[in-house]
């Protein structure tokens, strides 16, 4: 079993700036790819960026230019630097690790969420 907790999230000005992380705890998994998500209320949730282990990076068109996704294998820990902030960024954050526990199958794992608030 593989456990995900987000932390970073909170309310800040539009132009501002917040740095997400997400850490992988357990034994014996190995992971593999490491993203984030994001729902917005009365909206799906939608792909904001993604990252694998060689650290070939995927961005949605909306935040392209202004996250930074990046991971520390070390620490099995994934981040989300998010700059210019717009309040249409405003959604509950959603970390997501693809990983194998030891002979198991390789499973999405997902974290509780961090809100992000973008307002003045």
């Known amino acids: 079993q593989v456990q995900v907790v987000e932390s970073g999230g909170g309310l800040v000005q539009p132009g501002g700036s917040l740095r997400l992380s997400c850490a992988a705890s357990?034994?014996?998994?190995?992971?593999?790819?490491m993203g984030w998500y994001r729902q917005a209320p009365g909206k799906q949730r939608e792909l904001v960026a993604t990252?694998?282990?060689?650290?070939?990076?995927n961005y949605a068109d909306s935040v392209k230019g202004r996250f930074t996704i990046s991971r520390d294998n070390a620490k099995n820990t994934v981040y989300l630097q998010m700059n210019v902030l717009k309040p249409e960024d405003t959604a509950v954050y959603y970390c997501?690790?693809?990983?194998?526990?030891?002979?198991?199958?390789?499973?999405?794992?997902w974290g509780q969420g961090t809100q992000v608030t973008v307002s003045s």
């Open positions: 357990g034994s014996g998994f190995t992971i593999y790819s």
């Open positions: 997501k690790i693809t990983a194998s526990a030891m002979y198991g199958p390789v499973i999405g794992y």
């Open positions: 990252i694998t282990s060689s650290r070939s990076t």
